[in-house]
């Protein structure tokens, strides 16, 4: 298993390299966070339960470790990331299912 403590360490470093080689790109990925963090409809806890889904479905580990952590200091409990989690699994199978019907077609022809 990953050390998720030292990963997000690092990962933060690494990011920190990143905006001061390019300072731009970085202020526009925080732009971009902070405009899509505005909450009007939905709660912190159900955003990061949506973030935490994509972040898996995507195969993010920065995202992975940033969405869980702040669903625990939304509330969110184990059981719940579960669930979330068991969305994230069936939307990938779904997905899988999909692109399976692309293989028979490709063969049909």
């Known amino acids: 298993m990953k050390d998720w403590k030292a990963y997000s360490e690092a990962l933060r470093g690494r990011g920190k390299e990143l ?54 200091a939304a509330g969110a409990t184990k059981e719940e990331i579960a669930e979330v989690m068991g969305v994230a699994i069936a939307v990938n199978a779904g997905a899988a299912f999909t692109y399976a019907l692309h293989a028979l077609d490709r063969a049909n022809e």
Do not use: W
Request: glycine content about 8%.
């Open 19 to 72: 905006g001061q080689l390019h300072p731009e790109i970085v202020k526009g990925f925080v732009a971009l966070n902070n405009g899509a963090a505005k909450a009007a409809h939905l709660d912190a806890k159900m955003r990061e339960f949506i973030s935490l889904a994509v972040a898996v479905t995507t195969r993010c580990d920065g995202c992975i470790d940033a969405h869980t952590r702040k669903a625990l």
